[in-house]
């Protein structure tokens, strides 16, 4: 009776401790990497001298999937990289930095091309609103601080051309 009381006691120890172990190892769930892919140029202009400001390159958002996920889940962005949101319809719009883990300066552009506002210093992960305050047709990303450092000011143009 007692080598089954040892025998049980063994076994189910044996089975505790692997199961334990069995639960401590992690699995760690790698995410997709997402790079920038060009899809086109844009520049900036000056709207009282149409003196170029800065040229990028630049990803388009335009399905609803991009729109929606934008710049979301990646790391960093070069200064001369930015990401278009194109929209059909020219209104006010609302953005936000849900699951964005770099700062960002949103410029929005009216349908003719010209700066309408901007967003600076937009904080990661940041789910407050972040309105346009006058219709927009696109909305620009770029990151944080560049409006001010390239002395962007509302009533500047932009002119974009796909590659």
Not at 55 to 78: H, P, V, W
Not at 105 to 123: C, P
């Amino acid at each position: 009776m007692h080598l089954k009381t040892i025998s049980f006691l063994i076994i189910f120890s044996l089975i505790c401790l692997s199961h334990q172990s069995c639960r401590q190892e992690s699995k760690t769930i790698k995410q997709t990497e997402v790079t920038f892919k060009k899809e086109a140029d844009l520049t900036i202009y000056k709207s009282n001298t149409d003196s170029i400001i800065k040229k990028l390159d630049i990803e388009l958002a335009e399905t609803d999937y991009d729109i929606q996920t934008g710049l979301m889940y990646r790391d960093t962005m070069k200064e001369n990289q930015g990401m278009l949101f194109i929209f059909e319809d020219e209104t006010e719009r609302f953005f936000y930095m849900k699951n964005t883990r770099f700062s960002l300066d949103l410029i929005y552009i009216n349908a003719n091309k010209k700066i309408v506002s901007f967003q600076k210093n937009a904080k990661p992960f940041d789910e407050a609103s972040l309105p346009s305050n006058a219709p927009a047709k696109y909305v620009l990303e770029i990151n944080a601080g560049m409006v001010d450092a390239w002395k962007v000011s509302v009533g500047d143009d932009i002119n974009f051309t796909r590659n």
